[in-house]
Nanobody, 115 residues
Framework: VQLVESGGGLVQPGGSLRLSCAASGFTFSRYAMTWYRRAPGKERELVATITSVGGSGSTTYTDSVKGRFTISRDNAKNAVYLQMNSLKPEDTAVYYC???????WGQGTQVTVSS
């Protein structure tokens, strides 16, 4: 299993970013996919989940990002995305994608929200 995150960066409060995760080494369409984040000094936190094709691609979010973040997947490209809007300084973290159940962690992508 290999997961490669990209798309992070520095953005002002209220801005947007779209994170991407390229997956390989497994049958992508059969797995639920997740986005986690780890803020400085905090535990890794589950941000969003999208089910597999068999689960109709339904989504769930942690309360703090509901209405601002959207998880999506492209099974043809073996990719999962996280569209992040109305970003806040408390969204600053390293963001990781993973399967569900969890497998290997990638290197993550840094998101910094600051003016």
């Amino acid at each position: 299993v290999q997961l490669v995150e990209s798309g992070g960066g520095l953005v002002q409060p209220g801005g947007s970013l779209r994170l991407s995760c390229a997956a390989s080494g497994f049958t992508f369409s059969r797995y639920a996919m997740t986005w986690y984040r780890r803020a400085p000094g905090k535990e890794r936190e589950l941000v969003a989940t999208i089910t597999s094709v068999g689960g109709s691609g339904s989504t769930t979010y942690t309360d703090s990002v509901k209405g601002r973040f959207t998880i999506s997947r492209d099974n043809a490209k073996n990719a999962v995305y996280l569209q992040m809007n109305s970003l806040k300084p408390e969204d600053t973290a390293v963001y990781y994608c993973n399967t569900w159940p969890l497998t290997n962690w990638g290197q993550g992508t840094q998101v910094t929200v600051s003016s």
